[in-house]
């Protein structure tokens, strides 16, 4: 991974001045001065995020952004409802003036929703956080949570709409945001059975799933306040009720993968191993075994269960442990659930977890023995027409059939190379399922010498020389594979 390396920023008054310098000095129009100074500043290297680069400021000395002037009414309205103290209205002084106290809470509200709705929009969203949205969110999340909790959810909504960027991270990070957004999803734990508060705290788990994607910085943080904890007692909650809705589920699913993901590529080195290993620990990997029954087939959220469950068994142990819970019969399940009912999304992830399962030597001949390269290839053909999911199921194969002889003659058997040649021919532009075919090719060839001819009658050598000649990924791969066929030329 790279190094982090902060871009350079401006002033909203160094851009005006550049696009007021090219009109004046070299008299461009508006349009032609604002497009000229974009152009030169993004030479330069500099994040012009947050600032208004449309031009409607310049030459107006009165003109605030419609976005600015609302965060300004906002931070008005949540003026009114702080104490000396620095506190909120708390019951005591609503109960002596309620109309006066409504009033006042109505207003904020009104001015958040009006914030949340400009903010839509991603350039409205970076110029908010530039004034203060971030720390403004939170603010109203303080004052407003006391007084009605759908109100606090809209504060946390707006925050979603502001974090998906790295200044707003940033800002986040620095204002307390983190210990707020769990300090949120455990009010579930007080009132399980508050149909506000879960919804609360669904939105809190989405905020830690939005902030810490692509950020090691916030998964530390998270983790060193005890997010680990926090999220598998949120998701045995919801394990545990046979009623629970998805989406509960499916903020759970997206913050743990969030936090066990090694995606931030401005650092050199990431936690997210140890993460997963401390979340799986806890039970988390338990709790999913628990909702899978109920909830594995409903769409999307299968797709979604796939995918945090190969975030988190990253070790062998993990893996067999799945396996011996019942984990790998279900996901055989998935194999079949995913031919009667097309999702390639479903499909792919079902893939891509059987893959990460299969690196344990112990589960791989499980799944051999289940009948599982057969499902596998029929899945495949089920897909002829998806790259990607195919991708993923030659990963499969060539994962099982690695240093296994047994495995690569059944692989045959089940008809793995007439599926690689039908598919290589008809996704000659799928460079990412071609290289994997190739693999997978290979791996069925180099302990095999019996399979070989199959493979050249099959019509694979000019595929795969296609392949490794179009595609500079697909080289090393292809001319490996052209080794072990047999073959002398194939470099």
């Given at each position: 991974?790279?190094?982090?390396?902060?871009?350079?920023?401006?002033?909203?008054e160094?851009?005006?001045?550049?696009?007021?310098?090219?009109?004046?000095?070299f008299?461009?129009?508006?349009?032609?001065?604002?497009?000229?100074?974009?152009?030169?500043?993004?030479?330069?290297?500099?994040?012009?995020?947050?600032?208004?680069?449309?031009?409607?400021n310049?030459?107006?000395?009165?003109?605030?952004?419609?976005?600015?002037?609302?965060?300004?009414?906002?931070d008005?309205?949540?003026?009114?409802?702080?104490?000396e103290?620095?506190?909120?209205?708390?019951?005591?002084i609503r109960?002596?003036?309620?109309?006066?106290?409504?009033?006042?809470?109505?207003?904020?509200?009104e001015?958040?929703?009006k914030?949340?709705?400009?903010c839509?929009?991603?350039e409205?969203?970076?110029?908010?956080?530039k004034?203060?949205?971030?720390?403004?969110?939170?603010?109203?999340?303080?004052?407003?949570?006391?007084?009605?909790?759908?109100?606090?959810?809209?504060?946390?909504?707006?925050?979603?709409s502001?974090i998906?960027?790295?200044p707003?991270?940033?800002?986040?990070?620095?204002?307390?945001?983190?210990?707020?957004?769990?300090?949120?999803?455990a009010?579930?734990?007080?009132?399980?059975?508050?149909?506000?508060?879960r919804?609360?705290?669904?939105?809190?788990?989405?905020?830690?799933?939005?902030?810490?994607?692509?950020?090691?910085?916030?998964?530390?943080?998270?983790?060193?306040?005890?997010?680990?904890?926090?999220?598998?007692?949120?998701?045995?909650?919801?394990?545990?009720?046979?009623?629970?809705?998805?989406?509960?589920?499916?903020?759970?699913?997206?913050?743990?993968?969030?936090?066990?993901?090694a995606?931030?590529?401005?650092?050199?080195?990431?936690?997210?191993?140890?993460?997963?290993?401390?979340?799986?620990?806890?039970?988390?990997?338990?709790?999913?075994?628990?909702?899978?029954?109920?909830?594995?087939?409903?769409?999307?959220?299968?797709?979604?269960?796939?995918?945090?469950?190969?975030?988190?068994?990253?070790?062998?142990?993990?893996?067999?442990?799945?396996?011996?819970e019942?984990?790998?019969?279900?996901?055989?399940?998935?194999?079949?659930?995913?031919?009667?009912?097309?999702?390639?999304?479903?499909?792919?992830?079902?893939?891509?977890?059987?893959?990460?399962?299969?690196?344990?030597?112990a589960n791989?001949e499980a799944?051999?023995?289940?009948?599982?390269?057969?499902?596998?290839?029929?899945?495949?053909?089920?897909?002829?027409?998806e790259?990607?999911?195919?991708?993923?199921?030659?990963?499969?194969?060539?994962?099982?059939?690695?240093?296994?002889?047994?495995?690569?003659?059944?692989?045959?058997?089940?008809?793995?190379l007439?599926?690689?040649?039908?598919?290589?021919?008809?996704?000659?532009?799928?460079?990412?399922?071609?290289?994997?075919?190739?693999q997978?090719?290979?791996?069925?060839?180099?302990?095999?010498?019996?399979?070989?001819?199959?493979?050249l009658?099959?019509?694979l050598?000019?595929?795969?020389?296609?392949?490794?000649?179009?595609?500079?990924?697909c080289?090393?791969?292809?001319s490996?594979?052209?080794?072990?066929m047999?073959?002398?030329?194939?470099?």
């Open positions: 991974m790279a190094p982090s390396i902060k871009k350079m920023t401006i002033s909203q160094s851009f005006d001045a550049a696009v007021k310098e090219n009109m004046d000095d008299d461009m129009d508006l349009e032609e001065a604002v497009q000229d100074a974009v152009q030169a500043f993004k030479i330069q290297g500099v994040d012009l995020s947050g600032i208004i680069i449309d031009g409607s310049i030459g107006k000395a009165d003109y605030v952004h419609p976005v600015v002037e609302a965060l300004k009414k906002l008005e309205s949540l003026l009114c409802l702080r104490l103290n620095g506190s909120y209205l708390d019951w005591e109960h002596s003036e309620p109309e006066k106290v409504q009033t006042l809470f109505e207003t904020a509200v001015a958040l929703e914030v949340a709705e400009l839509k929009g991603p409205n969203a970076q110029i908010a956080v004034h203060g949205v971030v720390e403004a969110s939170l603010q109203s999340y303080h004052a407003l949570k006391s007084y009605r909790t759908t109100w606090a959810s809209l504060a946390l909504r707006l925050l979603l502001v998906a960027e790295e707003g991270k940033e800002v986040f990070l620095n204002s307390n945001g983190p210990q707020v957004v769990l300090e949120a999803i009010l579930e734990d007080k009132e399980p059975y508050d149909t506000m508060i919804e609360l705290s669904c939105t809190a788990a989405n905020v830690i799933a939005v902030a810490t994607t692509k950020n090691e910085k916030l998964k530390e943080c998270f983790m060193d306040l005890g997010a680990d904890r926090t999220l598998v007692t949120y998701l045995k909650f919801h394990a545990e009720e046979m009623g629970s809705d998805g989406a509960a589920l499916q903020a759970a699913c997206d913050a743990i993968r969030s936090m066990t993901v995606d931030d590529d401005r650092v050199p080195t990431s936690n997210a191993f140890r993460n997963a290993m401390k979340i799986a620990k806890l039970g988390a990997i338990d709790a999913f075994l628990e909702i899978m029954p109920q909830k594995a087939k409903t769409i999307p959220l299968l797709a979604s269960l796939c995918f945090t469950l190969k975030s988190l068994c990253v070790n062998d142990e993990l893996c067999k442990h799945f396996a011996e019942g984990g790998l019969d279900m996901v055989i399940d998935f194999l079949d659930y995913a031919c009667k009912y097309p999702n390639k999304i479903a499909a792919r992830q079902s893939f891509a977890l059987l893959c990460q399962l299969a690196g344990s030597d791989k799944i051999v023995k289940m009948d599982g390269l057969k499902k596998i290839i029929r899945v495949m053909q089920s897909y002829n027409e790259p990607s999911v195919l991708q993923e199921g030659f990963a499969v194969v060539t994962t099982l059939t690695l240093r296994s002889p047994l495995h690569a003659t059944k692989a045959v058997e089940a008809g793995a007439d599926l690689a040649a039908e598919m290589m021919e008809a996704h000659s532009n799928a460079p990412q399922m071609l290289r994997q075919a190739c997978m090719v290979r791996n069925l060839n180099v302990r095999n010498p019996e399979n070989r001819p199959i493979t009658e099959k019509g050598e000019p595929l795969i020389r296609r392949a490794k000649d179009t595609y500079s990924i080289n090393d791969v292809g490996a594979a052209l080794r072990d047999g073959l002398d030329d194939y470099l």
